[in-house]
């Protein structure tokens, strides 16, 4: 079993910033990507930010310049730090990791989420 636990979401003005942190635990052999996704009411899941297990990472258009992915492998580990929020970037955030429980056998594994508003 693979546990991912998300802290860090809160209510947070327009133009401020907060910061995400997922750690997992379990039987984890390696984990490959991991990222942070994000579910506004309405809307489909859609993916905010990975970063590969050697460090290489990729955002959304709409995050680009203000969101910074980073994980640190050896505690599994992944965070997001985001700033200059808007009001469109409520919505619930969920972690995501590849993770390998041996040489070849890998799932993916999800965060239970947690919710993100920016508002005035």
């Known amino acids: 079993q693979v546990q991912l636990v998300e802290s860090g979401g809160g209510l947070v003005q327009p133009g401020g910033s907060l910061r995400l942190s997922c750690a997992a635990s379990g039987s984890i052999f390696r984990i490959n990507a991991m990222g942070w996704y994000r579910q506004a009411p309405g809307k489909q899941r859609e993916l905010v930010a990975s970063?590969?297990?050697?460090?290489?990472?990729a955002y959304a258009d709409s995050v680009k310049g203000r969101f910074t992915i980073s994980r640190d492998n050896a505690k599994n580990t992944v965070s997001l730090q985001m700033n200059s929020l808007k009001p469109e970037d409520t919505a619930v955030y969920y972690c995501n990791a590849n993770v390998y429980w041996d040489w070849s056998s890998s799932r993916d594994c999800w965060g239970q989420g947690t919710q993100v508003t920016v508002s005035s």
């Open positions: 970063i590969t297990s050697g460090g290489r990472t």
